[in-house]
């Protein structure tokens, strides 16, 4: 286990469509992170696990998406009906959960494009 | 008033000179402070923590911070063109305790040979 593993790299779809993101975090690492990224801007929080709990989740996350972590292993992100704007770098981070700010550690992202 | 804030440049040096990058953060109380590298089209990578005022050099590369000033940088010696990137400076908010990160949108980083 060398880091965090998203799948997929890219994704294409239709506005309207449903899609779902995966990611494996680094094994040991507790914490996990989903962050979104958009052209020109530092990435934004979207939200936070600790273990299978999801304990905080942005403002920017609409009813629309949905993230879950069973087990407290890999995490999925889901966008039901994308739109325009969900096109972004959707990135996974996890840290391990022993000290609060510890460095977190990011995946390569799913790249989504919605047209 | 940004919660992390950096000049989005771009910041162009000669190959060899030194860069310097700078951030601020309006959380008096923030404790830590993260500085990524991102090249175009990748992820984050890490590349330097600090904790504590003052210095802490780390290769090439050197991080300050000054928490009366809310003031935090990253000196990066003998820059090097494959230093080309958008440097992005991370500061979870003491407001909450779950690790997450506010992120300043980042300075990009031309050397040039």
């Known amino acids: 286990d060398t880091g965090v593993s998203q799948d997929p790299r890219h994704k294409i779809t239709k506005r309207g469509q449903n899609v779902t993101f995966r990611c494996d975090p680094i094994?040991?690492?507790?914490?996990l992170y989903w962050y979104r990224q958009t052209l020109g801007q530092g990435p934004e929080f979207l939200t936070y696990?600790?273990?299978?709990?999801?304990?905080?989740k942005s403002r920017l996350l609409s009813d629309r998406f949905s993230a879950e972590r069973p087990k407290g292993s890999f995490s999925t992100l889901e966008i039901q009906r994308t739109e325009q704007g969900d096109s972004a770098m959707y990135l996974c981070?996890?840290?391990?959960?022993?000290?609060?700010?510890?460095?977190?550690?990011f995946g390569q992202g799913t790249r989504l494009t919605v047209v | 008033q940004k919660e992390v804030e950096q000049n989005s440049g771009p910041l162009s040096v000669p190959e060899g000179a030194i860069a310097s990058l700078n951030c601020t953060y309006s959380?008096?109380?923030?404790?830590?402070f993260f500085w990524y590298r991102q090249y175009s089209g990748k992820s984050p990578e890490l590349i330097m923590s600090?904790?504590?005022?003052g210095d802490k050099e780390d290769g090439r590369f050197t991080a300050q911070l000054n928490k009366a000033s809310q003031y935090v940088s990253l000196l990066i010696r003998d820059s090097q063109p494959s230093d080309s990137a958008t440097y992005l400076c991370?500061?979870?908010?003491?407001?909450?305790?779950?690790?997450?990160?506010?992120f300043g949108q980042g300075t990009t980083l031309q050397v040039k040979p």
């Open positions: 981070a996890s840290s391990p959960g022993f000290m609060i700010n510890t460095e977190a550690f």
């Open positions: 094994s040991e690492h507790n914490r």
């Open positions: 696990f600790q273990n299978e709990a999801q304990l905080e």
């Open positions: 959380d008096r109380g923030s404790q830590s």
């Open positions: 600090i904790y504590s005022n």
């Open positions: 991370a500061v979870p908010p003491r407001s909450s305790n779950t690790g997450k990160l506010i």
